[in-house]
Nanobody, 121 residues
Framework: QVHLVESGGGLVQPGGSLRLSCAAS????????MGWYRQAPGKQRELVAI???????NYADSAKGRLTISKDSAKNTVYLQMNSLKPEDTAVYYC???????????????WGQGTQVTVSS
């Protein structure tokens, strides 16, 4: 099993920046992709950005130009740099990974516990 630990959330003023981190740990796995999703109160969870371990990146339209996803493959860690934050970015941000179990070759999914981001003056 792969365990994800997120960090970096908090309270920030509009126009401010935050950097989220998500580290994957476990044994016997290879990461295929990692990504960030968010869920605002009363709304469905939505994709923010995803990066494959081959380097392909995809962003939600709302994230383009302000949010940047990156990875450190050696550390099995993904980052989300968030700039020019807006109140509508307020949500719980979840990390997700698609990973291969080496023993079986199965593609599995793990989610982090979420980290709160609040953009408010």
């Amino acid at each position: 099993q792969v365990h994800l630990v997120e960090s970096g959330g908090g309270l920030v003023q509009p126009g401010g920046s935050l950097r989220l981190s998500c580290a994957a740990s476990g044994s016997g796995f290879n990461i295929n992709a990692m990504g960030w999703y968010r869920q605002a109160p009363g709304k469905q969870r939505e994709l923010v950005a995803i990066i494959t371990w081959g380097g392909i990146v995809n962003y939600a339209d709302s994230a383009k130009g302000r949010l940047t996803i990156s990875k450190d493959s050696a550390k099995n860690t993904v980052y989300l740099q968030m700039n020019s934050l807006k109140p509508e970015d307020t949500a719980v941000y979840y990390c997700k990974t698609d990973w291969y179990e080496r023993r079986t070759g199965n593609l599995l999914i793990s989610w982090g516990q979420g980290t709160q981001v609040t953009v408010s003056s």
